[in-house]
């Protein structure tokens, strides 16, 4: 678990490491006088009733260019009411349903028909050419 204030210390190589050369902290470990709750889990001693004291709070960091940044607030824009739509005009009468149904086929058969008589005229016209130019080969014909 990473201390609360790990970004608040000073580099490792900068602190200052306590040192005992005659083992005094140790002596008092063994005696049982200092316990494991006299420190933090830093190591550090704590205050008596086992919390460690209470660091002061560090201030906010300065907002950053884009957070101090303001939006002006967007109005809608005001528009005049739409005009009333017109009422709209009453259908036409169905009238016969057969009729109806019929009319959209009656189209369509009209439709083939017109085009199987522009087939059946062109085919007429190539097939009166062949006969002309058949006609026109047998009076050349030398005999």
């Not at 006088?33 to 420190?39: E, R």
């Not at 349903?97 to 059946?120: D, I, P, S, T």
């Not at 062949?130 to 030398?142: G, S």
Request: glycine content about 4%.
């Amino acid at each position: 678990m990473v201390p609360r204030d790990t970004g608040q210390r000073d580099e490792r190589s900068s602190r200052a490491v306590p040192f005992d050369p005659e083992g005094r902290v140790w002596a008092l470990v063994r005696e049982r006088v200092i316990v494991s709750t006299d420190v933090d889990e830093r190591m550090k001693p704590c205050v008596p009733g086992g919390e460690a004291p209470a660091s002061p709070p560090t201030p906010p960091p300065p907002p950053l260019p884009y957070q101090r940044q303001v939006r002006p607030p967007v109005l809608p824009p005001v528009l005049p009411p739409p005009p009333p739509t017109p009422p709209t005009p009453p259908r036409a009468p169905l009238g016969s349903v057969a009729v109806n149904v019929l009319r959209g086929e009656v189209r369509a058969l009209e439709a083939q028909n017109a085009a199987l008589a522009k087939l059946v005229r062109r085919q007429d016209h190539v097939i009166s050419g062949f006969c002309a130019l058949y006609t026109v080969d047998r009076e050349n014909v030398r005999p």
